[in-house]
């Protein structure tokens, strides 16, 4: 698929991976819509930021994990822009505790936000897709729902249903010309790891990520851009994790 002049929705898209992607797929010659809770001067930077690459942007405000803000946000992107070509679910957050203590509300917030988010957003976007005989849809999971992560039952459990929400729904669309993927980065500086401590920081870079250093966003933008231009990939996981989930030791 050629980027040039299609529409593409990011969920999440004023933030972090988010933002990046909304960016490069914007220098890639696509007309963007962000997703984001907040209509912050860093929003509304990144939204200028696309407009002085000559590119269309609209910028949405929602909480996709309401379904009917979902419903709307994809609705919303294709009266302002003319259509969805590209979607890119990116929204999401930490969820953290153990099976025994995490709180039940955070277990459903998980799904809402992850899953939950990515069926509605999917079933309104996807006849736009129809229409034109093209599309693509993608993913943002997680390493943490490739392998076992302690103490974040919650998001590692809605994490790994992404993986395979993607193949199931790449081989539903697949005589449509709808491409699925779905990718699982690993540590990538965000806010989402503001919490970290140095003390982790160190251990990460020294033992636990055989490339010895942190993703970007950009990083994780460029493969996501990737999936969305090829038009021989559908189905699949790519993970970015510097090699952090495929070690032994």
């Not at 996709?64 to 999401?92: K, N």
């Amino acid at each position: 698929m050629k980027l040039d002049g299609k529409v593409c929705l990011i969920t999440g898209g004023t933030k972090g991976i988010g933002a990046a992607t909304a960016l490069e797929l914007a220098r890639q010659g696509a007309h963007v819509a962000i997703n984001g809770r907040a209509a912050d001067d860093e929003a509304r930077a990144l939204k200028a930021g696309i407009e002085a690459l000559g590119r269309n942007c609209h910028l949405h405000i929602a909480d996709v994990s309401v379904p009917e803000q979902a419903v709307e946000c994809v609705e919303a992107t294709a009266r302002a822009l003319g259509g969805v070509d590209v979607l890119v679910h990116s929204a999401g957050g930490p969820a953290p505790g153990t099976l025994l203590d995490v709180k039940p509300e955070d277990w459903y917030r998980a799904f809402d936000i992850h899953i939950h988010a990515a069926f509605h957003l999917c079933r309104t976007a996807i006849p736009w897709m129809k229409k034109r005989r093209e599309g693509a849809i993608v993913f943002v999971s997680s390493v943490a729902g490739v392998r076992g992560c302690p103490g974040a039952i919650a998001y590692g459990v809605a994490k790994g249903a992404l993986p395979q929400f993607a193949r199931s729904l790449a081989r539903d669309l697949a005589d449509d010309n709808i491409r699925v993927n779905c990718v699982s980065p690993g540590i990538i500086r965000t806010r989402f790891h503001a919490a970290m401590t140095p003390e982790q920081a160190k251990l990460n870079l020294e033992k636990r990520i055989p490339l010895h250093r942190e993703g970007t966003p950009e990083d994780v933008a460029a493969v996501i851009a990737m999936l969305a231009a090829n038009d021989f990939i559908t189905g699949e996981n790519l993970v970015i994790d510097g090699g952090m989930s495929m070690r032994i030791v």
